[in-house]
């Protein structure tokens, strides 16, 4: 070459080596690609109607998939985002977000969302309890055809008896002796109806527990807020001090907070239980089976039909046997 000058023979770069323009004779590795980590995916405990219970990992549009709800729907759940107290009913599942509970409800499950928080693992205890004797109660009535081993299923309290008899105002009057007698027998079939309470269908008996829970826990709240407050208020009254006026203070903002929470849950029961249409969504069970009786229907139809037509087609061939035998 030119000037005599020796030009080194670089070895080539070793692949998975890039070099700087800096220094040549540097060299690092190229970092590999950073894969993409699925987005949506959350752990969601799923409680079957048995009372049994696991934890899924699933996404947005598997959960969308399995309750028929949209992504609107779900937002209302997702913990980032801060969304008021909302019972919400669809066509095959309830929403519910209230206090802590975050959870959707089928016709055949529960789906918590937030299951890991320690707050609401005496909930999901709850839940399989009653979840788990509702079960029993109809896998009862379904095999015997009645339930009125589980009429206390619910542990409804029932009226105490008044003392003494009470005074029959009809005695002289013949004219109400009827109304009476018809009074008796409305008054024994009502009783004949208590006595034998349905069970409740899965949602309800899921909403109810999930209404308890979000209620028990603004209650506690209150109660523990009232235990504080009493004794704060006469160390204020007994001696004015900075810090005594600074726990009055703390503990009139945590009333405020823990009112603001109770309105918010009372206005959206309100809200559900004034409109009838919407109390009329929340009953998943019946309009399963309304789902289910249309369906069959349908196949029927479209059986009968198929009969028909073979039977038309079978007579078409009679009749063709018949010419061609005559002819």
Same mark, same amino acid.
């Given at each position: 070459?030119?000037?005599?000058?020796?030009?080194?023979?670089?070895?080539?770069?070793?692949?998975?080596?890039?070099?700087?323009?800096?220094?040549?004779?540097?060299?690092?590795?190229?970092?590999?690609?950073?894969?993409?980590?699925?987005?949506?995916?959350?752990?969601?405990?799923?409680?079957?109607?048995?009372?049994?219970?696991?934890?899924?990992?699933?996404?947005?549009?598997?959960?969308?998939?399995?309750?028929?709800?949209?992504?609107?729907?779900?937002?209302?759940?997702?913990?980032?985002?801060?969304?008021?107290?909302?019972?919400?009913?669809?066509?095959?599942?309830?929403?519910?977000?209230?206090?802590?509970?975050?959870?959707?409800? !089928? +016709? =055949? &499950?529960?789906?918590?969302?937030? *299951?890991?928080?320690?707050?609401?693992?005496?909930?999901? @205890?709850?839940?399989? #309890?009653?979840?788990?004797?509702?079960?029993?109660?109809? !896998? +009862? =009535? &379904?095999?015997?055809?009645?339930? *009125?081993?589980?009429?206390?299923?619910?542990?409804?309290? @029932?009226?105490?008896? #008044?003392?003494?008899?009470?005074?029959?105002?009809?005695?002289?009057?013949?004219?109400?002796?009827?109304?009476?007698?018809?009074?008796?027998?409305?008054?024994?079939?009502?009783?004949?109806?208590?006595?034998?309470?349905?069970?409740?269908?899965?949602?309800?008996?899921?909403?109810?527990?999930?209404?308890?829970?979000?209620?028990?826990?603004?209650?506690?709240?209150?109660?523990?807020?009232?235990?504080?407050?009493?004794?704060?208020?006469?160390?204020?009254?007994?001696?004015?001090?900075?810090?005594?006026?600074?726990?009055?203070?703390?503990?009139?903002?945590?009333?405020?907070?823990?009112?603001?929470?109770?309105?918010?849950?009372?206005?959206?029961?309100?809200?559900?239980?004034?409109?009838?249409?919407?109390?009329?969504?929340?009953?998943?069970?019946?309009?399963?089976?309304?789902?289910?009786?249309?369906?069959?229907?349908?196949?029927?139809?479209?059986?009968?039909?198929?009969?028909?037509?073979?039977?038309?087609?079978?007579?078409?061939?009679?009749?063709?046997?018949?010419?061609?035998?005559?002819?």
């Amino acid at each position: 070459m030119r000037g005599g000058g020796h030009v080194p023979n670089n070895p080539p770069p070793k692949p998975g080596l890039s070099i700087t323009d800096e220094d040549p004779d540097t060299a690092r590795p190229i970092s590999a690609p950073h894969r993409k980590k699925a987005t949506g995916v959350r752990a969601w405990m799923v409680v079957d109607s048995t009372g049994q219970a696991e934890v899924i990992e699933a996404g947005k549009h598997a959960i969308m998939r399995r309750t028929g709800l949209p992504a609107r729907d779900l937002r209302i759940l997702d913990p980032l985002l801060s969304y008021p107290s909302t019972v919400l009913g669809r066509e095959r599942a309830i929403v519910i977000n209230l206090e802590h509970i975050k959870a959707i409800i !089928t +016709a =055949q &499950e529960v789906l918590l969302l937030n *299951s890991r928080d320690p707050s609401v693992t005496p909930f999901v @205890e709850e839940l399989q #309890r009653r979840i788990l004797r509702h079960h029993h109660a109809t !896998t +009862a =009535q &379904e095999g015997n055809g009645d339930d *009125s081993n589980w009429s206390n299923l619910y542990d409804l309290g @029932e009226p105490q008896s #008044r003392a003494g008899s009470p005074v029959n105002l009809s005695q002289g009057f013949p004219q109400f002796q009827d109304q009476d007698e018809e009074g008796k027998a409305e008054g024994k079939q009502g009783l004949d109806n208590q006595d034998g309470m349905k069970v409740l269908p899965f949602e309800f008996v899921a909403l109810e527990a999930c209404l308890e829970a979000a209620c028990s826990c603004l209650e506690n709240e209150a109660k523990t807020l009232e235990l504080e407050a009493h004794p704060a208020l006469d160390k204020l009254t007994s001696k004015i001090s900075t810090l005594n006026l600074e726990r009055v203070r703390q503990i009139k903002s945590r009333l405020v907070a823990i009112t603001g929470r109770v309105q918010k849950v009372r206005d959206e029961l309100e809200h559900l239980l004034d409109d009838d249409e919407d109390m009329a969504e929340l009953y998943l069970t019946e309009k399963l089976l309304q789902q289910n009786l249309e369906n069959s229907s349908a196949s029927t139809l479209s059986e009968n039909d198929n009969m028909d037509d073979e039977v038309l087609g079978l007579d078409m061939d009679d009749r063709h046997v018949l010419i061609s035998v005559s002819f």
